[in-house]
């Protein structure tokens, strides 16, 4: 899917998906973006968070995102992708890049070294560092981070990212160590999960870095702190963000002590961009028999994340002549649009008994991992961006 063409941002602007839906009377589901929304939660991170702020593209990469926070002053981005890169670059010519993706080619460290400037490399493994090696040569400025792993006791995330990377601790020592030895500069990272819902897990990995770096005998002047940090949504309703930062600055003082802490840097994705996306969808279909609807979005689409991870079910509500359907409910199947008979929501969903098909669906709180996610299967799913005031969050 190319990052770009997804992104058709409409002018003029309406007050919110209800407008959108009165005005405009979508056919295909498109996502309502409320740049507002946006800045003020990047507002939260910058002005609160005890460090340098990045943003993980991969939760959004549409234009209208990108271009929003570069224009409220965000310089420094968490990139998966040399295409990722692409479009940062071509909205800020001077972004500064965190390769994050402990995972990459020769070709791909390649292009994000020469062609975008790209100086910080996540490692998880000793062939990946010697592979960077050989590519930067002697550029004694690159930034090698040593993402860790800790075992995962419990669920404290609604996705749990210890099972594909990061370097366990014994590990992490040796990269240090020859990341050390061979003259770049060694950084820390790690990623919780996911929608972490318990601000202590920060403590902990910040408690293992410290440990890591002490027994590697390696300094490190920089902690990146990961993602993680959640959004509300109705069956996950976390502990204010800034319960976190402050956990994490007392945990980077307490561990490494006053006044030797390291550079502090996250990179959210969902936690900042979560509440400034819905999506608008409309019904195709009411099964007069039954309890079935069928939409023009689903899980191929816009509400992937929904059938990976049921927790992160989103808020929804039904619009119809431009207001929301208010009066009894009950529990409706919801499949998607495709002939594919997986494309169904995981859960039923409590919508009004009188739903006519034309009414229409809305799914808040899909700023994260909803437009990243959709693919166009069945040739769906190629959404409009409509920019809105308000968005809906349940
Ligand atoms: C390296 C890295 N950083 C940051 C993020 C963003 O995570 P979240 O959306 O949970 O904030 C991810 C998500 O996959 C990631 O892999």
């Known amino acids: 899917m190319a990052l770009t063409a997804l992104n058709v941002v409409s002018d003029p602007y309406y007050a919110d998906a209800k407008a959108v839906a009165a005005a405009m009377q979508p056919e295909e589901a498109v996502f309502c973006f409320s740049a507002e929304r946006l800045r003020e939660r990047l507002a939260i991170f910058t002005q609160r968070f005890p460090g340098t702020v990045s943003y993980a593209v991969k939760s959004n990469p549409s234009r209208e995102v990108v271009t929003t926070l570069s224009e409220a002053g965000l310089t420094h981005w968490d990139v998966a992708s040399v295409h990722e890169m692409a479009l940062v670059h071509s909205v800020q010519p001077s972004a500064h890049f965190h390769y ?13 070294y020469h062609k975008y400037g790209c100086r910080r490399f996540a490692v998880d493994a000793r062939e990946e560092v010697a592979k960077i090696a050989e590519i930067v040569g002697e550029d004694r400025t690159v930034e090698m981070a040593v993402r860790l792993v800790l075992p995962r006791d419990r669920a404290t995330s609604a996705h749990d990212f210890s099972t594909k ?15 050390q030895r061979r003259g770049f500069v060694p950084v820390m990272t790690f990623h919780p999960g996911s929608q972490s819902r318990d601000p202590n897990v920060y403590v902990r990995h910040i408690e293992a870095a410290h440990r890591i770096a002490k027994t590697a005998g390696v300094h490190i002047g920089k902690l990146n702190v990961g993602g993680g940090f959640p959004a509300s949504y109705p069956l996950s309703k976390p502990a204010p963000l800034d319960s976190f930062f402050t956990l994490i600055a007392e945990a980077t003082t307490h561990y490494f002590g006053k006044g030797l802490e390291p ?3 996250c990179e959210p ?13 409309r019904i195709k279909l009411v099964c007069s028999d ?33 207001k929301v359907l208010e009066g009894p409910a009950k529990p409706w199947k919801v499949f998607g649009p495709t002939c594919d008979p997986l494309d169904v929501l995981p859960a039923k969903l409590d919508l009004p008994i009188n739903l ?10 899909l700023g994260a991992y909803g437009i990243a996610t959709s693919t166009l299967f069945n040739g769906y799913g190629n959404h409009a961006v409509i920019a809105v005031g308000e968005v809906y969050n349940g």
Do not use: W
């Not at 402990?102 to 791909?108: F, L």
């Not at 590990?171 to 160590?177: S, V």
């Not at 006519?356 to 709180?365: I, K, L, N, S, Y």
């Open 290 to 322: 039954g309890d079935d609807i069928f939409l023009n979005d689903g899980v191929y689409g816009g509400l992937m994340e929904f059938m990976q991870v049921p927790e992160l079910q989103p808020p929804y509500r039904v619009i119809r002549d431009g």
């Open 165 to 179: 990377f990061g370097a366990p601790e014994h590990i992490a020592i040796e990269l240090l160590q020859d990341i």
């Open 356 to 365: 006519r098909d034309e009414d229409f669906v809305e799914f808040g709180t």
């Open 100 to 112: 994050h993706n402990p995972v990459k080619s020769r070709r791909e460290i390649h292009n994000a």
């Open 263 to 265: 550079a502090l840097e």
């Open 269 to 281: 994705g969902r936690g900042l961009v979560a509440n400034c996306m819905s999506l608008l969808t």
